[in-house]
């Protein structure tokens, strides 16, 4: 069993530098885990994060990391949400051609705010994104309303979705892993997702049980630079709970491109 820790890199942009990517190295390197770093590429800003990545970070970040693609449809202050399935295409153009510039070839992908459309599947496998992970099942739109809208999801292990509904398995080359959220809803009616910066550990312990007990992959995700909230652990404070735990009950921690290797290996050998 399998599972990955991938990071909506925002800093500078979201998050005041040098946020919280220092922890996250530490907690990764004393747990023996490799992150996935996805850098941000938004409508407004879209070459800051992975500039900044470049000059502070990239250094210090292990081979055995991965680097992918964050890109968000809306501005840096999360207005201006673009839904025009053209526009959306040349974001993600563009904010490949930033990351090909310094060099980074991103196999793994995340919408910003979660907001993944069907329409995106077709040009993220064009620049050779092989394993997103942006729905979140169980939970709803975050920022705009009517997208990122997970409630109806109901597929919590890796899946092929259709090029014109992701909520159906289909024929797309692009593997989907959901974001690991809570398996029923809080009083709210929200399935909450598996974020180390979200998450007191009683309640992010219960989510890895229910994956674990079912012998799913697990897809954690967490932020480079935003403040715990509602007394949350912080992120390596987490991750030094989350590992051994997991790892106690069978589990490998890879990157999500390892991931999704290792998921079709068992799937479709």
Not at 29 to 53: H, M
Request: glycine share 8%; proline share 8%.
């Amino acid at each position: 069993m399998h599972a990955a820790i991938s990071v909506d890199a925002e800093v500078p942009v979201s998050f005041a530098a040098p946020g919280d990517i220092a922890e996250l190295l530490e907690a990764a390197g004393r747990n023996g885990v490799p992150l996935t770093w996805l850098l941000y590429s938004g409508l407004t800003r879209p070459d800051e994060v992975v500039a900044y990545y470049r000059d502070h970070a990239l250094e210090r970040i292990p081979h055995d990391h991965e680097l992918g693609l964050h890109v968000h449809f809306d501005d840096h202050e999360l207005g201006d949400y673009q839904t025009d399935p053209a526009r959306r295409r040349d974001l993600i153009l563009r904010g490949d051609r930033v990351l090909r510039d310094c060099s980074i070839r991103a196999t793994s992908f995340r919408a910003g705010c979660w907001c993944l459309e069907a329409s995106d599947v077709a040009v993220l496998e064009q620049i050779g994104i092989v394993i997103d992970s942006s729905p979140c099942p169980g939970s709803p739109p975050r920022n705009h309303a009517g997208h990122g809208d997970w409630r109806e999801l109901t597929v919590r292990e890796p899946y092929r979705p259709s090029h014109d509904n992701l909520f159906e398995r289909g024929g797309a080359e692009l593997l989907i892993v959901p974001i690991a959220s809570s398996p029923t809803p809080n009083a709210a009616g929200i399935c909450e997702p598996a974020y180390l910066d979200y998450r007191r550990w009683g309640e992010f312990e219960p989510i890895l049980e229910w994956y674990a007990s079912r012998g799913l992959p697990i897809s954690i995700g967490t932020h480079d630079g935003r403040a715990p909230s509602g007394g949350a652990n912080s992120p390596g404070e987490t991750m030094d709970l989350a590992v051994p735990y997991l790892r106690e009950r069978g589990y490998e921690f890879v990157t999500l491109t390892e991931l999704r290797d290792r998921w079709l290996e068992r799937s479709e050998p």
